[in-house]
T-cell receptor, first 117, second 113 residues
Framework: GAVVSQHPSWVICKSGTSVKIECRSLDFQATTMFWYRQFPKQSLMLMATSNEGSKATYEQGVEKDKFLINHASLTLSTLTVTSAHPEDSSFYIC?????????????FGNGTRLTVT | GESVGLHLPTLSVQEGDNSIINCAYSNSASDYFIWYKQESGKGPQFIIDIRSNMDKRQGQRVTVLLNKTVKHLSLQIAATQPGDSAVYFCAENSKAAGNKLTFGGGTRVLVKP
């Protein structure tokens, strides 16, 4: 079945540093990937839509200069949290769309737990 | 804005019993729905989906029911097992929304031995 892999699974960084999270589709090509953020005991909130070969589309309230997204190939999207601060600590999850239309399942990676100290 | 919501935040169920998780949605344009299971520290795992041209769909031990009249979605888990303990999310999509899933608030299912 479809597999989406994220790396790292957890990361601790100091305030002011940048962190890169990778999202790979392992057995399928993903022209579109999505990045979500999830705070404890809350639901998933869409941050941005990552499109292969073009600029990402960010949801309202998400700073594009802080959360840099690159989707350079059909199997890899990266999210870089720049100048991270403690309030950026969260669970970041990527997902990829395997189907050819909106009404097909979105498969998720296992998430990256970011802790900023 | 429109959103997908859940009635019960926590559901305790005896092992072996059936579980029913409910979800209300407000976007009448939504025509595709998915149930996800999320275990602690992991990403959501696809369970089952349903399109609006159906009112029922069955999988292995799970059944999803869709009532478009009252904008209600439910997930039934038969013979609930300890491994079913997790948070369950419903999510909805529509052609207008493209691939942007809207997630409900989640229901935690606790299976008692």
């Amino acid at each position: 079945g479809a597999v989406v892999s994220q790396h790292p699974s957890w990361v601790i960084c100091k305030s002011g540093t940048s962190v890169k999270i990778e999202c790979r589709s392992l057995d399928f090509q993903a022209t579109t990937m999505f990045w979500y953020r999830q705070f404890p005991k809350q639901s998933l909130m869409l941050m941005a839509t990552s499109n292969e070969g073009s600029k990402a589309t960010y949801e309202q309230g998400v700073e594009k200069d802080k959360f840099l997204i690159n989707h350079a190939s059909l199997t890899l999207s990266t999210l870089t949290v720049t100048s991270a601060h403690p309030e950026d600590s969260s669970f970041y999850i990527c997902s990829a769309w395997t189907g050819g239309s909106y009404n097909s399942p979105l498969h998720f990676g296992n998430g990256t737990r970011l802790t900023v100290t | 804005g429109e959103s997908v919501g859940l009635h019960l935040p926590t559901l305790s169920v005896q092992e072996g019993d059936n579980s029913i998780i409910n979800c209300a949605y407000s976007n009448s344009a939504s025509d595709y729905f998915i149930w996800y299971k999320q275990e602690s520290g992991k990403g959501p795992q696809f369970i089952i989906d349903i399109r609006s041209n159906m009112d029922k769909r069955q999988g292995q031990r799970v059944t999803v029911l869709l009532n478009k009249t009252v904008k209600h979605l439910s997930l039934q888990i038969a013979a609930t097992q300890p491994g079913d303990s997790a948070v369950y999310f419903c999510a909805e999509n529509s052609k207008a929304a493209g691939n942007k899933l809207t997630f409900g608030g989640g229901t935690r299912v606790l299976v008692k031995p």
